[in-house]
C-alpha cells in the first residue's frame, strides 16, 4: 500500500522515537512573530541556551501593528515593547525580521508563501493556530504553543504524536458566486468545530484540484476551525507555477530538481487513509455564520436554527449564541444588518480577494451606516493592488484601505468593534468578543459576500447584490 | 512514585461545550511579554462586564475559591495556539482540567506545562460535575496511574493521551531536554533532507 503526503513528510523528518511515546520530528521552516514568541526568547535565556538553526527562523510582526499610523514608536506603549522585544531577540540571534516598511511584512500566512518559503514537502511550525495555511502547497504546517516555539528555537524539532489522515474530496463544480471560503465553512458545519481532533485533513477532489493557490490556502487556513490538527493539498502544477521565481525559491536547474523532489511527496494512488469523506461542492451555497463558533453557519438562503430542535447542551449552545448574537431563531440570515465590514486577515487578505471585490464593487457605495474597511495581508499585497488600481475602486465605494496587518480578525491594534456592533468579516473566528470588544458581534462570509453586506448594509447573497450568474 | 501522578484539590465546573481560547484569555490581554501577569485577566469577559464589574461567574464563586481543578465540557480550549490560555489557567491556580474532549494543541501546551488534561465520558463528567456542585469543599483524589479519581466517596474513571500519561509518569512533561540530547542525530536529518534552508 502506498503512502500519503502526511506520511511521507513524517518519515522524511523523523528524528527518532522519544521516551514517553512520541517522536522527534525535525522542522524545516519555523515563523515566529510578536505575540506569541517573544516569550520563548526568555525561556532559552533562562535555560542559557542558543537558537540552534536560526537560517530556519524568520519573524514579522502583524498582530499587533497598527494599520493607520505605523510611524515608531507605535502609539499604545505595550504593543511597542513587543515589537522592540521581538527585533532586539531576532538581532540578538541573527534571525531574518521583516520589519514593516522592509517590502516583505506581513501576516505571517501570508509572507510565508508569497516569499516562497513555504515549499510542499517540508514541515512548517508557528506559534499560531493558523499556520495550517501553509498545507495548501503540500506541506504539513503546525501551529505550536509558545514552550514548543522554545522547543523549535533550541533543537529546531518538536516532540509529537503521529497523526491519523482524513481524506475530504469536495467533488463536482462550485457554483459561480460561491468561493473557497464558503467551501471552507461548509466543511466545518458538515464535520463540526471537533470533528478533526486527532487528524491531519487531506483535502483533494475536483473543487480542490481546480482551485488557484491562494484559495487552496483559504481553504487550508480554517482547519484549525474544524479541530484538524493540520491540513494539507498534494502538491500539482498549480502548485509548482505559484512557487516559480518566488524570491526564496531556487531558480533554473535548481528550480527543475525541486520541482521533481516535491513532486514525489504526493499522496500515491493507492494510499492508505483512516477516514475518508465526500461532499458535493455543486451543492455548497454562498456560507455565513449566525453563531459564536464557525460550524454554527447556515447558506445564505436558509433560515436560523431554532433551538428547541435540538437537545441538551446544544440546545443551551445555541440559545446562548442566539442570545449572544441578538438573532432570532427561525429568521432569515440575510437581511441581518451591519455595523462594519472588514475584508483582510490571513484567510481572505491576498490579492485575488481584493481582486474579487474590486471588481464587483466598482461604481458602488458602501451604505452610509457601515464602516467597511480592507485590510492587505502583507506589504507585498498592498503594492501589487496598488498598481492596480485596486485601493482607489475600493476608496472611490467607502472603504477605508488600510496598511497591512491582522487588523480586526482579532483586534489587538487599534481596529476594533464597538459595543455590540456587527460586522461582516472576512476573517476565520466568530468567537465572543474575538474583534475586539466583548459584546461585539461577528458574521464570518467571504470576501465577496462581505462586500454585497457593506453596500446592502445588511447580509446579503453577493449573486444577488452583483448579479452573479447561479451557475457558470 | 512522584508527585505529579497523585493530584488533589478542590473542584469548579465551568460549563460549555467548544470553549476556545479567546474567552479563556482574551486578546487585549496578550500585549505582555512575559506570561506572569495573565492569572487575574483568565475569562475576564466572562466573570466581568465591560466596567470590570464582577457578572458573578462560578470562578468567583466564594465557595469555588482556591479550586484547582477545572471541570468542562467537550472541545475545551479549541481555536487560537495561544499559550497565554494554559498559562492564565495555571496562573490562577488550576492543575488539573477534566474534560470530554480536548483542543489538540491546547491539550500539548497544558501537558508540556505540567498541567494534565483528563478525558472522562458525558455520563460520568456529568455526574461529576454535579457533585461538585453539591460539595464545593470535597477534596479530590486523582490517580494518574490508575487512570480513576475519587471525590465525595465516588469513584470517576478518566482516560489521558498514551503519551501525556507516560510524560506524568515519568516525570518528564516538559521534553525540550530529551530533544537537545538528540543533537546529532538532528544535524544528520538536517544534513539528509535534500532541501536547504532558505536565507542563502
Ligand atoms: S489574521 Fe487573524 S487568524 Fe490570521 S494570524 Fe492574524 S490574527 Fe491570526
Known sequence: MGKNLYQKVWDDHLVGPLENGQFQIFMGLHLIHEVTSPQAFGMLKDRDLKVAYPGRTFATVDHIIPTVDQSRPFSDPMAERMMAVLSDATDEHGIEFFQPNSGSQGIVHVVGPELGLTQPGITICCGDSHTSTHGAFGCIALGIGTSQVRDVLASQTLAMDPLKVRRIEVTGKLSRGVTAKDVTLHIIRMLGVNGGVGYAYEYAGAVIDAMTMEERMTVCNMSIEGGARCGYINPDETTFAYLEGRERVPSGAGFDAAKSRWAGYASDPDAHYDDVVVIDGGGIEPTVTWGVTPAQALGIGERIPDPTAAEGLDQELMSDALRYMQLEADAPIAGTEIDVAFIGSCTNGRLSDFQAVAEAIVGRKVAASVRAIAVPGSEKVDQAARALGLHDIFTAAGFEWRKPGCSMCLAMNPDKLVGDEVCASSSNRNFMGRQGSSTGRTILMSPIMVAAAAIQGAVADARDVFELEQTS | ?200
Open chain 2, 1 to 200: 512514585m512522584n508527585d505529579l501522578v497523585k493530584r488533589s484539590g478542590r473542584g469548579v465546573y465551568v460549563q460549555g461545550n467548544d470553549i476556545d481560547t479567546d474567552r479563556i484569555i482574551p486578546a487585549r490581554f496578550l500585549k505582555c511579554v512575559t506570561f506572569d501577569e495573565l492569572g487575574p485577566a483568565l475569562f475576564y469577559d466572562e466573570r466581568f462586564d465591560t466596567q470590570d464589574v464582577s457578572k458573578g461567574h462560578i470562578l468567583d464563586a466564594p465557595v469555588h475559591r482556591g479550586a484547582s481543578i477545572m471541570i468542562s465540557d467537550t472541545n475545551f480550549g479549541c481555536g487560537s495556539s495561544r499559550e497565554h490560555a494554559p498559562q492564565a489557567l495555571q496562573k490562577f491556580g488550576f492543575e488539573v482540567i477534566i474534560a470530554e474532549s480536548f483542543a489538540e494543541i491546547f491539550h500539548g501546551n497544558c501537558t508540556t506545562l505540567g498541567m494534565p488534561c483528563l478525558v472522562m465520558e458525558k455520563t460520568q463528567r456529568k455526574a461529576l460535575a454535579a457533585l461538585v456542585g453539591l460539595h464545593p469543599d470535597a477534596e479530590f483524589l486523582i490517580d494518574l496511574q490508575a487512570q480513576n479519581l475519587t471525590f465525595a466517596n465516588e469513584q470517576f474513571s478518566f482516560t489521558m493521551k498514551d503519551s501525556a500519561r507516560e510524560a506524568f509518569l515519568s516525570g518528564r512533561f516538559d521534553p525540550l531536554d530529551e530533544l537537545l540530547v538528540a543533537k546529532d542525530a538532528i544535524q544528520a536529518v538536517a544534513v539528509r533532507l535534500s532541501y536547504s534552508d532558505h536565507s542563502g
